[in-house]
Each structure stands twice: as C-alpha cells, then as structure tokens.
C-alpha cells in the first residue's frame, strides 16, 4: 500500500519558516521525482518544488529564493524547507510522487500552512 505522509504544517508569523516533511511507504522512493504542490482555499493547485531522483531541483516562481526541497533516499523522504514566509503562503501543501519510467502518481493527504500577517 502506497503512503505519502506529509507532516510539519502549521500556524506561523510573516517572516517565519517551516519545514515539511513527507515520508513514502510502498514505493521505490529512489525511482520517484518528488514535489511539494500546495492548493490555498478557492485556488487551483500548484505546484511548488521538484527534485529528481538524482537530486535535480525545479522551483516555481513563487518560492524561488525562499523554499529549498531536499530528499534524503535512505529515509524515504522528502522536505521543504520554507523561509521568510508571506500570508499568501497560506495552503495546504502535499506531497507528490512521480515514478520517472511508469509515470504513476501518489499523492499525500496534505498539511495545512497559514501563515499570519
């Protein structure tokens, strides 16, 4: 059974950081892309940040400069670091998996961020 299971979430102050963190189960963590997506209330999803099996990151403009995804293969897991945050940080942020040859995709149950002005 696959599991995705982000914790870390939170209420923060303007300014503050946070670290997410989302660990796998059931799949071969070390052929998977990981991202962090985040969907903010009456909003699309977005996504975040990538990070390749091989440690290649991508960031979206929204957190360039201020989020930093990590993954640490032996402990099947995956993080992002998020600093200097803004109000309109305010999500749910999940976690997402993306197997680099079958393309399937998992996605975690997600953590609330808000983040107060």
């Known amino acids: 059974q696959v599991q995705l299971v982000e914790s870390g979430g939170g209420l923060v102050q303007a300014g503050g950081s946070l670290r997410l963190s989302c660990a796998a189960s059931g799949i071969i963590f070390s052929v998977n892309t990981m991202g962090w997506y985040r969907q903010a209330a009456g909003k699309q999803r977005e996504l975040v940040a990538t990070?390749?099996?091989?440690?290649?990151?991508n960031y979206e403009d929204s957190g360039k400069g201020r989020f930093t995804i990590s993954r640490e293969n032996a402990k099947n897991t995956v993080y992002l670091q998020m600093n200097s945050l803004k109000p309109e940080d305010t999500a749910i942020y999940y976690c997402?998996?993306?197997?680099?040859?079958?393309?399937?995709?998992?996605w975690g149950q997600g953590t609330q961020v808000t983040v107060s002005s």
């Open positions: 990070i390749t099996p091989g440690g290649r990151t």
């Open positions: 997402h998996a993306r197997h680099v040859l079958y393309e399937t995709i998992q």
